[in-house]
């Protein structure tokens, strides 16, 4: 159990190391013949922000140059799918990297290649966010038809005020609690050592009277 | 003497502490690590959670 735990701690930060010098360059890039038009207002419809994908980094969206979204406004966009038709097609969002429930698809039995709409951005969530995130996505259809892209976008707000950063200061807490509690502990036993101690100690023994 | 370890509370305290952290530095807008900032984070303290439970001296009873 020991040897193992090592050698998977020695393999993690071999992988940890590995992804931070692999890391790609952030760019709202677009790849696979699509283009993506998007734009935001805030709380009074007032132009916000405005960015544009395309093969190796369209304008914005960048870590350094977020697409800056404001909760109380809304998003538009304007995306083409080039020459390419999706007929049945399915599409999926990541964040930083990790897989999100939002994803779907649609058989296009229109053969529609353009989309053009918008959104309220709080109407997509079920609590106000803040922060900056970095969101790829891919789209695949019938026949090899293949899209994907990334970029960052910000939404604008006081973190303070929302439920999901203290809920992450819970969890912060909790995790170091555990690590705390993680500390090896001497014992005067002498018949076990060794990594078997995630296990509640054995309770003392009972005194019984005399008659 | 015999010293009990624990690398499943290091694992399990490492992991979410990490989580915490790495959450609270994407809604605090400080993305120390670009696009690992999530994923970095959490191996990192995972691994030091692990390591922790094996580096750290022993508390007495």
Redesign the interface.
């Given at each position: 159990m020991r040897r193992i735990a090592r050698v998977a701690s020695m393999m993690g930060l071999a992988g940890l190391l590995s992804i931070l010098i692999a890391a790609p360059a952030a760019a709202f890039e677009l790849n696979g013949g699509c283009t993506l038009d998007i734009a935001s207002t805030d709380a009074s419809g007032a132009a916000l922000d405005t960015s544009s994908g395309a093969p190796g980094g369209g304008q914005g969206g960048t870590q350094a140059d977020p697409f800056v979204v404001d909760w109380d406004g809304s998003v538009s966009w304007n995306g083409s799918s080039g020459s390419q038709v999706f007929m049945d097609h399915s599409w999926q969002v990541s964040v930083f990297g990790i897989p999100t429930p939002l994803r779907g698809g649609d058989p296009n039995d229109g053969g529609d290649t353009t989309a053009v709409d918008s959104t309220g951005v709080s109407e997509n969530a079920p609590f106000e966010l803040t922060g900056i995130f970095y969101v790829s996505g891919d789209i695949n259809g019938a026949e090899g038809t293949h899209c994907d892209g990334n970029g960052w976008f910000r939404l604008n707000g006081n973190p303070l005020t929302t439920i999901p950063f203290w809920v992450s200061v819970i969890i912060a807490a909790i995790g170091a609690g555990l690590l705390l509690g993680a500390r090896p502990t001497a014992t005067g036993a002498t018949a076990s050592s060794g990594p078997s101690a995630d296990e509640p100690p054995a309770d003392p023994p009972t005194q019984v009277p005399m008659p | 003497?015999?010293?009990?370890?624990?690398?499943?509370?290091?694992l399990?305290?490492?992991?979410?502490?990490?989580?915490?952290?790495a959450?609270?530095l994407?809604?605090?807008?400080?993305?120390i690590?670009?696009?690992?900032?999530?994923?970095?984070v959490v191996?990192?303290?995972?691994?030091l959670?692990?390591?922790?439970?094996?580096a750290?001296?022993?508390?007495?009873?």
């Open positions: - | 003497m015999t010293v009990r370890r624990h690398p499943l509370r290091g399990f305290g490492g992991f979410l502490l990490g989580l915490g952290l959450l609270v994407v809604f605090a807008g400080i993305p690590l670009g696009t690992w900032t999530v994923i970095g191996a990192a303290f995972t691994v959670g692990i390591l922790l439970a094996y750290l001296p022993a508390r007495q009873p």
